[in-house]
């Protein structure tokens, strides 16, 4: 009889013990799952924030500040940097009759303050205005297109087109510098175009798209092209530019094509390039 009440006292005991721990564990759970749709909060509210942040910019031609260029909305990609330091970032673009013309990233360090960086993506010069005060206006090209002689001519059909960007891209290679010190980075093509371009008769763009060169998910550099006309047929074009404070060099091949030194951080608003930290966000 003892050895039957040891028995159920210890069968009590470890069903105690189980449904303390099931309860432990679904506590864990619980929280975690908090914890989840919190971070998931805080990322749209950022996407809101950067949004909104990019929406404050007027860009346009300088011939003719009326004019706007057409601001995408949506953002073109969201990424982090876990090299860079950086929690969450978003890039938007404008365009104007087809044509790629100016690029943002917004970025932040601490989910609190967010920074600016801008490069031209016009072949003439242009103005960023905010709340009617001028912020960026290059007075130079913030890219230059050279002609891919040795390309294929432009294919007839949208999915061969871009299979054979692809493969142009994947030609191209990038470094990143940050300090004069310090190593270069071999940055990583993104396969997948951050943007596809769209055909444009009044431009005489038959399709283009661009292409990142990235730290973690961060793009530092691009390369954009277009296929563009030339006498009766058609040719690829590419512009290269960088999206990051470091120099950045870029080879075709062994060729070196492009090849700019560390941003100066003197805030010059008539750069092609600039970087502008703790920028204010809008109102929610």
Known sequence: MIGQIRSFLLS???LITILALLMFVG???????????????QRERQLKIMRGSAAM???SPAEDRKQLFKLYENAIMRFSNPVG??????IFLWSHRGRLQAIIKLYTYDNENFSHEWQSLSESALVAEREGKVIWNP????VTFHELTDAPKPAESAVERLRQMKTLAGKFSSTYLVAKDSKPTELRLLIQPMFRLDASEEAKILDGALFGFAQGTAPMAFVLFEARGKGEGQCWYYAFARLATGAVTAKYGDKEIYSVARY???RDPQQTFLQMHRQPVPKE
């Open 139 to 142: 007075t130079e090209p913030g």
């Open 27 to 41: 506590h864990l759970l619980a929280t975690d799952d908090d914890a989840k749709k919190d971070e998931e909060k």
């Open 264 to 266: 100066d951080f003197r």
């Open 85 to 90: 330091g950086t929690k969450d970032g978003a």
């Open 12 to 14: 009590g005991t470890a």
């Open 57 to 59: 910019y007027a860009v």
